[in-house]
């Protein structure tokens, strides 16, 4: 599983699970709840019902069903086109941006590349110009988003506007509104609709200054 694909750890990075939870459900020794399997399956980029298999069967027992469950859940971890993870030494070159990106904003002709489990479709690389984000973000940091990993409130995100414009900070979201304020203590906040955030990516790696 480590040769090739994802190992454990990044597995439980990507859908918020415990490694020894996720190692249980390898083992057998526990089942995973409806819940787990969602957030595994968004983790591998796969719907649930693949990861679950086609056997809705109610002749199965239970411990029949989740043993089909278990070896389709192994395969799924061997195959790297699920993963997201390319070769383990080698990243991907990703857009680098010298600002929040945005619908106007271009990135700039030099590319950087980033480590060998950033590799999603989408994912850019930003070079941190000020301190509203500091101690997490220092002028000078490249920080990498990434639009595959689930966030959630308070983490630091990239988000693209609607109106064409960009942001970096924290995201916090109130029912169908979205909180953006920086992480240095003081920093202005705004709050915006959900449909008003063209994109949200996640704060997933930093490279320091």
């Known amino acids: 599983m480590q040769q090739r694909g994802m190992n454990l750890t990044k597995l439980a990075t990507r859908s918020e699970l415990a490694v020894s939870s996720i190692s249980r459900y390898l083992s057998g020794r526990q089942v995973p709840g409806a819940d787990a399997l969602g957030k595994l399956a968004a983790a591998l980029d796969v719907s649930t019902g693949e990861l679950m298999g086609p056997f809705v069967a109610p002749a199965l027992s239970t411990k029949e069903q989740f043993l089909l469950q278990l070896e389709q859940l192994k395969e799924l971890l061997l195959k790297e086109d699920l993963s997201g993870i390319r070769d383990a030494t080698a990243g991907v070159s990703l857009p680098l941006y010298s600002r929040a990106p945005s619908l106007k904003e271009r990135p700039e002709p030099k590319r950087f590349l980033a480590p060998a489990d950033v590799t999603e479709a989408g994912a850019y690389a930003v070079r941190i110009g000020d301190d509203s984000n500091s101690p997490r973000l220092q002028p000078g940091d490249v920080a990498v988003f990434s639009p595959s990993v689930p966030w959630k409130s308070g983490d630091v995100c990239a988000v693209v506007l609607a109106d064409g414009g960009g942001y970096i900070g924290r ?39």
């Open 171 to 209: 995201v916090g979201r109130r029912g169908r509104r979205l909180v953006l304020s920086g992480v240095k203590s003081g920093s202005p906040s705004k709050t915006i609709s959900v449909d008003e955030a063209k994109t949200i990516h996640r704060l997933v790696w930093i490279k320091t200054s």
